[in-house]
């Protein structure tokens, strides 16, 4: 059966209430980072940022199915050449929300701009936050499973005695290592760092991210046939990777000019047609 896309023109904060309970297997977004990019979306200040994202984040764990998983892509500001700590206040309050914040990937922007600061180097990563409602969801490892590398060609070829046994850390840390169990394996699982470029090409949106980036987290916590939702639907990039991968999808944007631009590129007809004059809270993709 072919993938269905469903997209809303509307403010998640209200549009997510339509959604039925426990229906979504993974949420990907990029909302709105703290007073970034004013003129396109409005704008949110880092000291009113947590207040505002609660709500909807209220609602994503109402409609994420226990076995699903909320990828969160955002990255703190620099204040006066200290960072804010909004995202770790955020954390902090999706977790009482009833969040677990189970894992912290981190976007390495291989083409990120050079520049020059007083007192810090360029921004070249960004977080991603993985929350779950449940210590037991769905993952799949081995669909992003990596080459090896040519290290293996040399560490793997003469073991020693230690390298045969599960080798406890020296240091005490509680960390071991079975070295053999490589042997002949020609794929490893990766590493919680993507090594990804910028979006390059225009989307004719602002902040649109790579294809890959999405693409990634689907592979690692989807299966053929499951629902991905981004209420932050920007450009629709995580909407038209799910479609190419057979995975249903629902998006949520606020701007009419980034909804109807969606409904061109994506080939698919409006779900629901609202006029609304405010600016977009969507950030990314």
């Known amino acids: 059966m072919a993938a269905t896309i469903k997209l809303v023109l509307g403010d998640s904060t209200k549009e997510l209430k339509t959604l039925p309970d426990n229906s979504v297997d993974l949420i990907i977004t990029s909302p709105p980072y703290a007073d970034q990019r004013k003129s396109t979306y409005g704008g949110i200040a880092a000291d009113k940022y947590v207040k505002w994202f609660l709500p909807i984040s209220k609602e994503l764990l109402r409609v994420l199915k226990p076995t699903g998983t909320f990828v969160l892509n955002i990255k703190e500001k620099v204040v006066e050449g200290e960072r804010s700590t909004y995202v770790m206040e955020l954390i902090i309050e999706m977790r009482n929300q009833g969040w677990l914040w189970t894992e912290e990937f981190i976007w390495h922007k291989k083409n990120s701009y050079p520049g020059k600061w007083p007192n810090r180097f360029r921004d070249s990563w960004e977080r991603l936050l993985q929350f779950n409602k449940d210590k037991k969801f769905h993952m799949y490892q081995e669909e992003v499973m990596v080459p090896m590398g040519d290290w293996a060609k040399t560490r793997l070829k003469n073991l020693s005695k230690t390298d045969k046994i599960r080798d406890n850390s020296k240091v005490g840390s509680g960390f071991g290592k079975n070295i053999s169990n490589w042997v002949n394996r020609d794929k490893a699982y990766p590493s919680n760092v993507l ?49 190419r991968m057979n ?38 993709h």
């Open 195 to 243: 090594h990804l470029a910028t979006e390059c090409n225009n989307k004719n949106h602002s902040a649109a991210f790579p294809e890959e980036l999405p693409e990634w987290f689907i592979k690692l916590f989807t299966k053929e046939g499951d629902t991905v939702l981004d209420p932050f639907a920007g450009s629709g990039t995580s909407l038209s990777v799910s479609k």
């Open 247 to 284: 995975r249903n999808s629902i998006g949520i944007e606020l701007l009419p000019e980034y909804y109807n631009e969606m409904v061109t590129t994506l080939g698919i007809s409006p779900t629901i047609k609202k006029k609304n004059g405010t600016k977009s809270l969507a950030k990314n």
